[in-house]
């Protein structure tokens, strides 16, 4: 088991730019893989990033590439999303996930299903608002 720490989420207007991170502590981190997601108010939870163990591997869902990236840092133990160009659609809380991959499926592999993932933060708020 990993534990996670999300930071960073607020209040930013529309085309502004946030970084979340997130800061694991407990096991091995270096050993999963991560994922951003977000649920907004009566909507499921739904992907937004994911990176492999090594980092060469990332993964973004259609309506945030090109506008977030995420990042990791294994000798710190942390996992960043920046967002940028962001959009009222974006308000949602946003959640970081480590899914126990191993090292054997590869430096490029990052699931996108939630299912995956058995570790998960608290979640921290992002509101996009004028």
């Known amino acids: ?27 091995t981190f270096s050993g999963y893989a991560m994922g951003w997601f977000r649920q907004a108010p009566g909507k499921e939870r739904q992907f937004v990033a994911a990176i492999s163990w090594s980092g060469e591997g990332t993964y973004y869902a259609d309506s945030v590439k090109g506008r977030f990236t995420i990042s990791r840092d294994n000798a710190k133990n942390t996992v960043h999303l920046q967002m940028n160009s962001l959009r009222p659609e974006d308000t949602a809380v946003y959640y970081c996930a480590a899914a126990a991959v191993g090292y054997s499926g590869g430096i490029y592999y990052a699931p996108k299903g939630a299912a995956a993932y058995d570790n998960w933060g608290q979640g921290t708020q992002v509101t996009v608002s004028s």
């Open 1 to 27: 088991q990993v534990q996670l720490v999300e930071s960073g989420g607020g209040l930013v207007q529309p085309g502004g730019s946030l970084r979340l991170s997130c800061a694991a502590s407990g096991r």
